[in-house]
């Protein structure tokens, strides 16, 4: 591993700068910075988590050293550092320190900005859009919207002054805020917002096919909550744009794979489930080469193995699913076993679904297995649980009461349906339009386990319960 991170062009660069700070620190440790941060980013996103954490702890101790050095300097530098190391803890669970990084770092650029709004409303955009991203993943959806619009403010003004300058960067701030909204149930706005990051894109030149990827995406989920365009028609027609940018720049299998992993995703949400399985199996195919390549890829892999166990299960195609689903799952304990708190809930996500297409097949018991190691992978991530988790393991309990009970486990069924329940009510009381339908869901199971315990009047009540939803 440490070979293959040696050989990257931008771990050549770090020894390059590296050696020439050693002899001219004035003139090149920020550039050893720049390239720390370059190097970082690039860890990040090939999965050696802690090795980029490292690396961009060094590119911060090293911009705060040289904000001391020359006060009133590289503060910029600094801000920028801290938000690269902010995307770093995150990556590995550290949510709280992320949050306090993030919003460190939007802050000094919130004062720079004060000083010089035209030279740092790039910086402070960047920041935004990167602490929308956090928040949003940590739960926290109207601060995630809050920081995405000023964000996008921030491009507005500066594309208005010169024109067709920070395209991909606000484009990506209206995704984040689309993707913000979506949550919060504003599903008009959010469908507005997708649309406009796609017309971004659109609009530009040589616009980056993954990144153009995501904002597609995001289009086609903002249409589908807002109950527009239910034949995919417009849907399919911005993927064909995305199509036409990725033929026209064609760059790495890495780029090819991402871009495929998410098409097939869409896809059989559109229920085009015969094209979706053809893309996705493109997509393992490319994530299983880069793979060998670099182990860190086998997380990604694995989640288009579970994808295409889900699309399999869309087919009626569920011995094909399990299959893929296993293999998801072996990869994944393999994951666990090196970064449990980032993976364990990668593992019961893969080990759920497993635990549905099994039932599928009558095979309850395995089912039932699988569905205890989900929920007790989940319960070992502790009780203060992110909102995002918090909705997994609802959905597993959800699950667990159905299939317990099928099994004549009476008291356990009844005692996860209470608890999805209860889960389910905190989620629908601060996002009613999102989770009042899984709520309803969750009552009438609970109703049906009060029902076969006897309990007539408080299983009539959680089914008026339901109806009144």
Do not use: C
Not at 10 to 29: F, G, K, N, S
Not at 265 to 274: I, N, P, S
Not at 330 to 348: E, G, K, N, S
């Amino acid at each position: 591993m440490t070979d293959q991170i040696g050989q990257l062009p931008e771990a050549v660069r770090v020894r390059v700068h590296r050696d020439l700070a050693r002899r001219q620190p004035t003139e090149y440790e920020p550039e050893l910075v720049s390239s720390l941060i370059d190097l970082a980013n690039r860890l990040l996103e090939l999965g050696y988590r802690e090795e980029s954490l490292d690396t961009a702890d060094e590119a911060v101790d090293l911009s705060e050293a040289l904000t001391e050095r020359f006060p009133g300097s590289y503060k910029a530098l600094y801000a920028l550092a801290m938000s690269n190391l902010s995307a770093g803890l995150f990556g590995l669970g550290r949510v709280e320190d992320a949050l306090a990084v993030i919003d460190e770092s939007v802050e000094i650029y919130r004062t720079l900005y004060h000083d010089e709004p035209d030279r740092r409303a790039d910086g402070l955009g960047h920041a935004l859009t990167n602490q929308s991203m956090i928040l949003f993943l940590a739960g926290a959806y109207e601060r995630a919207y809050e920081a995405a619009r000023e964000a996008v403010e921030l491009y507005r003004a500066a594309r208005a002054v010169k024109r067709g300058t920070h395209t991909r960067k606000l484009a990506r701030a209206l995704r984040r805020m689309a993707m913000a909204l979506r949550r919060l149930g504003r599903r008009e706005e959010a469908l507005d917002a997708a649309r406009r990051a796609v017309n971004v894109y659109r609009a530009g030149t040589a616009p980056d096919p993954v990144a153009l990827d995501e904002v597609v995406r995001t289009l086609s989920n903002a249409l589908a909550e807002a109950r527009r365009d239910p034949e995919g028609h417009e849907a399919v027609a911005a993927l064909e744009v995305e199509r036409r940018v990725r033929a026209d720049n064609a760059g790495t299998d890495l780029e090819l794979a991402e871009v495929e992993r998410d098409h097939a995703v869409l896809l059989d949400e559109l229920g085009r489930h015969d094209d979706a399985l053809e893309v996705n199996r493109h997509a393992v195919e490319l994530w299983r080469r880069l793979g060998k390549a670099y182990p860190a890829y086998r997380e990604r892999l694995a989640m288009a193995l579970r994808n295409r166990g889900s699309i399999l299960s869309g087919l009626g195609r569920h011995d094909e699913a399990v299959s893929a689903t296993m293999e998801a799952v072996r990869l994944t304990r393999f994951l666990v076993a090196d970064q449990p708190l980032r993976y364990r809930p990668d593992l019961a996500l893969s080990l759920n679904n497993l635990s549905n297409y099994l039932g599928h097949l009558g095979r309850r018991k395995q089912a039932m297995a699988n569905l205890d190691e989900a929920l007790s992978t989940m319960r070992s991530l502790g009780g203060d649980l992110p909102e995002t988790y918090q909705e997994m393991l609802a959905t597993i309990l959800h699950n667990y009461a159905i299939r317990s009970a099928a099994l004549d486990m009476r008291a356990q069924a009844l005692s996860a349906a209470e608890e999805a329940v209860a889960l389910r009510r905190a989620l629908a009381d601060r996002y009613p339009v999102l989770f009042r339908p899984k709520l309803a869901d969750s009552l009438r199971v609970l109703a049906a386990r009060l029902q076969e315990l006897g309990r007539t009047d408080e299983a009539e009540a959680a089914r008026a319960q339901a109806q009144s939803l």
